[in-house]
């Protein structure tokens, strides 16, 4: 088979991944409130709000998700190593991630919890650990999984010169950097402070104040994760999908025109190179249009 | 290994360490408040995001220079290696600032807007009347979105400098990977130290603090080179 | 990341103290992993885990006074220099041998030599965040310089118990080549950052951080002996990883206000 199809056919596959992979990973950062939304959990108690959220205080997800997606990735690699098929040892290195996320977890909520419990009289909640545990533990799983998978196919397919637990870890690191500017603004900005009026960002008085009802009874991070798989989920999926493509695309791109111009590697690079700035003028353009709009949309505050 | 084929190494290191240092400077991130929309730029650690993006960037660089037919000594294939490395960790950033900027806009009903200056210095739109009352800005407007692409192009030739470095001193990329991430992560904590959290970009009065990064990076660096020329005798 | 009041609890070991033992532990490690492969993992591993005991504590006293950017950002920090300390010490000692000729023999002062370069980097890099970048820690220098000893430290410590020895011959294919040095790098960096990240609030006590670092050093342990694939160290560390988990937990439940297994808020008393 033609080789470059191969390549575009594993990038696909690649992106598929990461895009499953990036969505999975910002609804478990919502069921488990971690990162930077988790400020606002923490200091709830302070401020008079006794919560039933889940803290999930493990560092900032790109070096939580760096850490599972590392493990996963050694474990995968050592079990490849003796000979056992890919598939499977990419599940098992990912339940081994997924054991880890879980035991990070629950050291998290009780740490953090228990750390303010006297002062501000949060009680622990021992069904919201065991209720939480599932969701958290079975999204970061996928979200593992998904990654193992890209950087296996980066590995094999792609032509990456690092090991599979180098890659791993960049991987990680880098969904989790996604996630927590992307997917976690709508859980911050939007759900926690559900009750003040949308539009607009919450001011630093309001901070702490977060919602502590929810459409029925008291919430908790499970409802929180059904309302960012409408848009905040999705839309990290897309980024990270959308970034592992173009950028293993745009060489493909200069591979194949290159080819067909009879050129070296130099100017299959520098076709790739301009391709890519074509791609990065796009979206500067994007955000434009984007800003445009919604300061034609939503118009300055005039009432100060 | 001779004299020379030791110094230009040593000497780019210590720059990739410098501008490293510098291209956290210009990425926009508000920290935990932007998290909240409190704050102007994306909404998570400065040390993070340039490291995603850094990162993105030293993995294009080092798939190019394994690629047959790249010799690493050459000027133009050196020129080629910092390039991809730079429009790796652009695409990266690019697409996650858009993302952003969408969810800020469409699932917060915000419009982006900077704090720190009156006017956007680019498109010329007045800021100060689109915050929220109570906040210090919230999204990521055009002043901040152009200030991280050159933030991200900065930080990928930084992380593909390291690397190419590492490996005309002879490492292997194995090897060489993992020592640019180590010195990545170093230089990139150093840069989040000297900002202190949040920045929006190279219109923040704080990015005057600029050279007291790059001065701390470079010694660092500086320390940093010497020890891995010294590691070179040794592969 | 708010740091909710931070504040310094009364210590139930001097850091000093724990940083020497940590030290003098993984050192240890080190050595039984070289001359005893065979148990490289089991002990190896096992006084590895107390550099990032000995690390989190650290982390513990000057992330107390609020750095800014969060607990993460030391952690980091931390490990970024100790990888660069790791890999110089094993290269570092090699150039001596294949380069000047040295006698062969100071190989083996190989975590030495690591040790030795994570001070002077962790020393010099802390100088530089206090001038000219200017943190306002009083101990900022003091703690970059123990962190990035125990960051290196661990690292090597987990490096060469996996690959059975410190030796460049065994350690660079069997640990770095194949890059598990990237494991060692995240998941002793999780390990030294995240007792304490988990535990503040106005009533951390000293006593569950360093429980909970106990237990992340073991599983720290764990997963390196589940990346070797070697059963005994595995059941091993999973065992006492369970045991100071329980303990944690047991802590924990005790010093909590209340604990409730019903969604119910307490009634408010003001």
Redesign the interface.
Known sequence: MDPTLLVLGALALSSAAATVAGCAEDLESDVGSQSNPNSQVQLAPQMGNIHRYFNKAISGEPVSYGLYVTVAGTVAWALMNIGMNVLLALVIGSAIGAFVHGAYAVSAYFGRIVGQSKSFGQPVYLDIVLSHLGPIVGHGFIAVFCMVLAAYLAVTMLGNPFPLPLVSLILGITVGAIGSSTGDVHYGAEREYQKYPFGGGVPVANQGDIDIKAEVGIRNGMDSSYFCSKLGGPLTGLTFGLIIFLDGWRSLVGGILGNALRGDIVIKSIIAIVVGIIIVAVAACLNRLVEVYARKKYGPYTDR | MDFLSMLIPFVEITLAGAIINASVHFVPVGGAPAAMATSTGIGTGTTQLAAGAGFTGLMAAATIAAQSGVDIFNPLHWAIILLSGAVGSMIMLGLTMLMGQLIYVFGVGVVPAADKCERDPITGDYQKPYITPGTTGHGVPTVCFISGLIGAALGGIGGALAYVALIQLGFSPEVAGIIAVGFFFMNAVLASYNIGGTIEGFHDPKFKKIPNGIIASFIASLLTGVIVVLMALGI | ??H??GGHAAELYPENQIIALGTLLAILGMYISQFFPQVSMLLGGLLASAATVAGANTTRKVAAYG???????????S??????AA??G??????????FHVDPIVLYFIPIVGTI?AV??GY??GR??VN????KIPIMVESMTKLSLMGALSILGFCSAYAGGFL?EII?PGA????????A???A??AI???F????????SHK??LL?AV??GF?TWF?FA????EVISTVVSLVL?ALA?RE??KQ??K????????????KR?T
């Open positions: 990341m708010s909710g009041g750095l800014g950017t969060g607990v993460p950002s030391i952690g980091m920090l490990l970024g220099m100790g990888i660069i890999v110089a094993i290269f570092l000692v090699n150039a001596l041998v294949k380069h370069i002077i980097l010099v890099v530089l965040t000219p970048i200017g943190m460049p660079i770095i080549k194949n890059g598990v040095m990237a494991l790098f995240i998941a960096g999780m950052l995240h007792p990240n988990a535990c503040l609030g106005p009533d951390e569950r951080t909970l237990a992340c599983l997963i589940v990346a070797r694939l990883w988990y944690f937990i924990s439940l010093d909590a206000c209340a604990v409730y297994y019903t969604p119910e808020l307490p008393e």
